[in-house]
């Protein structure tokens, strides 16, 4: 484990973290050493992956909590765990949610921390919130579902409201809510569903006295006297209510689903409990047909794309080999034009060549100069390096596709 763990520059515990994450059995105590001798044990096989495992890990990223069953918790243990038991994703939760960000008296809890078990909750309804949270996972775990963090990229967390009654428009709330970095997940058979527990908040109106809000049925004005102003004003707020809300959701994009349980004041969301776990059992189902579909048309879409890409490139390669046929051939006549051009000047230059011998010898000499310097300014008259300066079609634009020249004259 030790040098294994070097090659990734961690330590052999955080290696042997990262192997408990990813289910990957590690040698016990003394394995190298009892291999020396021959009496080590058989190696012990890789399990099969099961729906929502960590399936690779790198240098520098994060893992998720895992699990930690108690020692003494043996099979039948597990399968009828008690309400009174704490979750382990509550369990690794709890130290992270009491040492929060600062906040005001009732204010929701914002942890440092943002790979937790996504619950949102002031200081005063957190035990409340993580008692049902663990009943809950204990509960569905003992049907035989999995309760986890998504490790998956593809899942995202619904955008929840906290809010008591909902809003048509949501409005923008300061300071916003603590967002988990993952979705907290159960997984039904190979379908993962979203949890999120919230504690509502409700419209009170506050009134703002001496630089803090307070509950404007908890004031008490001062005996009226005539010196006494009332410099006190009241607004609407939303604050933390003491109730609970579960939202249910599909934490894929592909598929908007999300179903929601709400406690009252003289309901609490444990007497729910089974016919939450009768809901996600049975979401289960419909979410896989939806999600099916919903892959299903993305495939189709994808492919759409592909073909919408793969046309785009194909007309885009037939009007550059049309516009390297038009270039060549433009090109061609230039490179004939310059040609006649250049021989109309070897012409000239020859006809002043035949006159030169009548002049008297220094302006002979002169002319003869000017002839020489004008052959020099043209350079070679050869009809063979005007054709190879000239470009032909393919030298110009080499296609990506077969293309016909009447194709691309056409085009």
Wanted: charged letters at 25%; hydrophobic letters at 35%.
């Amino acid at each position: 484990m030790t040098k294994v763990a070097e090659q990734f520059n961690v330590s052999s515990s955080y290696l042997a973290r990262v192997c408990a994450a990813l289910n990957v059995p590690k040698p016990g105590r003394g394995y190298w050493a009892k291999l020396a001798v021959g009496a080590a044990s058989s190696q012990i096989p890789l399990p099969a992956a099961r729906a929502g495992d960590q399936l690779s890990w790198a240098p520098g990223q994060e893992l998720a909590p895992i699990a930690k069953p108690r020692p003494w918790m043996n099979e039948s243990d597990r399968q009828s765990l008690s309400r009174e038991l704490e979750h382990w994703l509550i369990r690794s939760a709890r130290q992270h949610f009491d040492n929060s960000r600062p906040m005001k008296d009732g204010d929701y809890i914002k942890p440092y921390k943002n790979l937790l078990v996504d619950i949102t909750s002031s200081k005063a309804c957190l035990e409340k919130a993580f008692s049902f949270s663990s009943t809950l996972f204990n509960a569905l775990e003992s049907a035989g579902h999995r309760v986890m963090l998504a490790t998956s990229p593809g899942m995202h967390r619904g955008k929840i409201d906290e809010h008591e009654v909902h809003r048509r428009q949501q409005s923008y709330r300061y300071p916003s809510l603590w967002t988990p970095r993952k979705p907290t997940v159960v997984y039904v058979g190979e379908v993962a569903l979203g949890l999120a527990i919230v504690e509502m908040s409700e419209d009170v109106l506050m009134r703002y006295v001496d630089g803090t809000y307070i509950r404007d049925t908890d004031y008490k004005p001062p005996k009226a006297s005539r010196y006494y102003v009332d410099r006190t004003w009241t607004t609407m707020q939303s604050i933390p209510s003491g109730r609970l809300r579960l939202t249910a959701y599909c934490p894929s994009w592909r598929v908007t689903w999300s179903t929601e349980w709400q406690e009252t004041s003289k309901s609490p969301l444990e007497n729910s409990l089974r016919m939450i776990l009768k809901t996600v059992e049975g979401s289960a189902g419909m979410l896989m047909e939806k999600l099916t579909a919903a892959e299903r048309a993305a495939e189709a879409e994808h492919l759409r794309q592909l073909a919408a890409i793969e046309n785009h490139k194909r007309e885009e390669d037939l009007r550059k080999v049309a516009q390297s046929l038009k270039d060549s051939q433009e090109h061609l006549a230039r490179v004939i034009q310059q040609w006649a051009n250049a021989k109309n000047i070897e012409q000239f230059l020859l006809g002043v060549e035949e006159k030169v011998t009548r002049l008297p010898g220094e302006a002979q000499q002169a002319v003869l100069d000017r002839i020489t310097l004008a052959r020099e300014l043209l350079g070679p008259l050869d009809p063979m390096k005007f054709l190879l300066d000239w470009k032909s079609p393919s030298e110009l634009y080499q296609p990506q596709y077969m293309v016909s020249t009447d194709a691309a004259k056409k085009n």
